[in-house]
């Protein structure tokens, strides 16, 4: 029995010394030689090679940038106040077709109130000659001069103006008479025939017209839109923007569907908070014959005037409000105080003729610490100039 003890241990033995040198020969043949192995010594971090750009402080004047839609300044809706026939104006009345101001829109036949009216003159002057004969007698100092606006005056004119009446009695005497109140229906009556006739209060341009000559007009029914030529843009500015603009300032304004950029000028700033936008109405006149209602425009007008600031591409601007700069050869943060974001752009205060900023896209807090090779500088400046 003691063999066999003895015999087992010396076999675990052996076993344990086979597994361990077992173990050895494969770490030397799958893992690599170390450095130290191989006699290199310890390897150095390797410098990270980086281009930098050098910016110049400066005076930047800062841009507001406009959106909004192009309006009508003087546009009206056509109704009707009479009854009759549309038999057309000075041009056809269809959608498109352009009137100078004055041009006659459209016409309704005024047969049936004109000759009602000449009628009430010609009953007007009737009554009249029944009154002068008394006037004569009681009033001679007035006979001539209303004897003269008698035999002067035509049923088928407008009425003239009466002659002047100075005298209380012979007031008193006319009204009683109802010459007075004829007098006054007549002007009331010729008043409504110029109603028959609808003219351009200013040059523009029909749209929506409702109805074509023929139709039957009624009272209160909308014939069209008539739209004027001047047109302008409605936006809003923010209150932090609001006290660098005034009236008379120039905006630059674009649209895909123009070719060129077209100038405009503030002319109204309203004064109370657009509920929805939060913001400040501004008008901008434009006088372009090729804008028209509903176009949308976008713009810039010259804001605050920014002084010893840098504008730099907003890629080189960390969450944080840093920027990375090469300095003795290490790559470092600067923190800067952005003043104004752009589109692609950054102006920010802080950054000196001396700092060099690392052009990075990503990679702030990898790259920040490391030994960096500066390999190209551009003058920011310089480029510019070159442009």
Same mark, same amino acid.
Do not use: C
């Given at each position: 029995?003691?063999?066999?003890?003895?015999?087992?241990?010396?076999?675990?033995?052996?076993?344990?010394?086979?597994?361990?040198?077992?173990?050895?020969?494969?770490?030397?043949?799958?893992?690599?030689?170390?450095?130290?192995?191989?006699?290199?010594?310890?390897?150095?971090?390797?410098?990270?090679?980086?281009?930098?750009?050098?910016?110049?402080?400066?005076?930047?004047?800062?841009?507001?940038?406009?959106?909004?839609?192009?309006?009508?300044?003087?546009?009206?809706?056509?109704?009707?106040?009479?009854?009759?026939?549309?038999?057309?104006?000075?041009?056809?009345?269809?959608?498109?077709?352009?009137?100078?101001?004055?041009?006659?829109?459209?016409?309704?036949?005024?047969?049936?109130?004109?000759?009602?009216?000449?009628?009430?003159?010609?009953?007007?002057?009737?009554?009249?000659?029944?009154?002068?004969?008394?006037?004569?007698?009681?009033?001679?100092?007035?006979?001539?001069?209303?004897?003269?606006?008698?035999?002067?005056?035509?049923?088928?004119?407008?009425?003239?103006?009466?002659?002047?009446?100075?005298?209380?009695?012979?007031?008193?005497?006319?009204?009683?008479?109802?010459?007075?109140?004829?007098?006054?229906?007549?002007?009331?009556?010729?008043?409504?025939?110029?109603?028959?006739?609808?003219?351009?209060?200013?040059?523009?341009?029909?749209?929506?017209?409702?109805?074509?000559?023929?139709?039957?007009?009624?009272?209160?029914?909308?014939? =069209? &839109?008539?739209? $004027?030529?001047?047109?302008?843009?409605? #936006?809003? /500015?923010?209150?932090?923007? %609001?006290?660098?603009?005034? @009236?008379?300032?120039?905006?630059?304004?674009?649209?895909?569907?123009?070719?060129?950029?077209?100038?405009?000028?503030?002319?109204?700033?309203?004064?109370?908070?657009?509920?929805?936008?939060?913001?400040?109405?501004?008008?901008?006149?434009?006088?372009?014959?090729?804008?028209?209602?509903?176009?949308?425009?976008? =713009? &810039?007008?010259? $804001?605050?005037?920014?002084?010893?600031? #840098?504008? /730099?591409?907003?890629?080189? %601007?960390?969450?944080?409000? @840093?920027?990375?700069?090469?300095?003795?050869?290490?790559?470092?943060?600067?923190?800067?105080?952005?003043?104004?974001?752009?589109?692609?752009?950054?102006?920010?205060?802080?950054?000196?003729?001396?700092?060099?900023?690392?052009?990075?896209?990503?990679?702030?807090?990898?790259?920040?610490?490391?030994?960096?090779?500066? &390999?190209?500088?551009?003058?920011?400046?310089?480029?510019?100039?070159?442009?």
């Amino acid at each position: 029995m003691a063999n066999k003890k003895q015999t087992g241990k010396r076999m675990a033995v052996l076993f344990a010394v086979l597994i361990i040198t077992l173990t050895f020969i494969l770490i030397l043949f799958v893992i690599p030689d170390s450095p130290s192995v191989a006699g290199g010594g310890p390897e150095t971090d390797r410098e990270r090679e980086v281009s930098v750009t050098v910016f110049r402080p400066g005076d930047i004047q800062s841009e507001i940038n406009m959106i909004g839609r192009v309006k009508a300044v003087e546009q009206i809706e056509l109704f009707s106040e009479v009854q009759g026939v549309l038999t057309g104006g000075d041009r056809p009345f269809r959608t498109g077709v352009r009137f100078r101001e004055g041009e006659v829109l459209i016409r309704i036949n005024d047969t049936e109130a004109s000759l009602a009216l000449n009628a009430q003159r010609s009953r007007f002057l009737t009554t009249l000659s029944g009154v002068l004969s008394t006037i004569k007698l009681d009033y001679p100092d007035a006979y001539s001069a209303w004897d003269a606006w008698a035999g002067d005056f035509d049923p088928t004119k407008p009425l003239p103006v009466l002659p002047e009446i100075d005298d209380r009695q012979l007031r008193l005497f006319l009204t009683s008479r109802g010459i007075m109140e004829q007098y006054y229906s007549i002007q009331s009556a010729e008043f409504q025939l110029t109603k028959y006739e609808l003219r351009a209060p200013f040059n523009g341009e029909l749209e929506g017209a409702d109805l074509t000559p023929g139709n039957l007009v009624q009272p209160g029914v909308r014939l =069209g &839109t008539f739209t $004027g030529d001047t047109m302008e843009l409605e #936006t809003f /500015i923010s209150q932090s923007d %609001l006290g660098y603009i005034s @009236t008379g300032n120039t905006v630059l304004l674009r649209s895909p569907a123009l070719g060129e950029p077209i100038e405009g000028r503030i002319h109204r700033i309203g004064s109370s908070v657009d509920s929805e936008t939060q913001a400040f109405p501004v008008y901008v006149e434009l006088s372009d014959p090729a804008l028209k209602p509903g176009l949308y425009l976008e =713009g &810039t007008v010259a $804001g605050q005037l920014f002084t010893d600031v #840098t504008e /730099i591409p907003r890629n080189l %601007l960390s969450r944080s409000n @840093t920027v990375l700069i090469a300095e003795n050869g290490v790559a470092t943060h600067k923190e800067v105080d952005p003043v104004q974001f752009k589109r692609e752009s950054v102006i920010v205060s802080g950054i000196t003729e001396s700092d060099s900023l690392i052009n990075i896209r990503a990679g702030f807090d990898a790259l920040a610490g490391m030994d960096v090779v500066v &390999t190209e500088v551009t003058d920011q400046a310089e480029t510019e100039e070159s442009n």
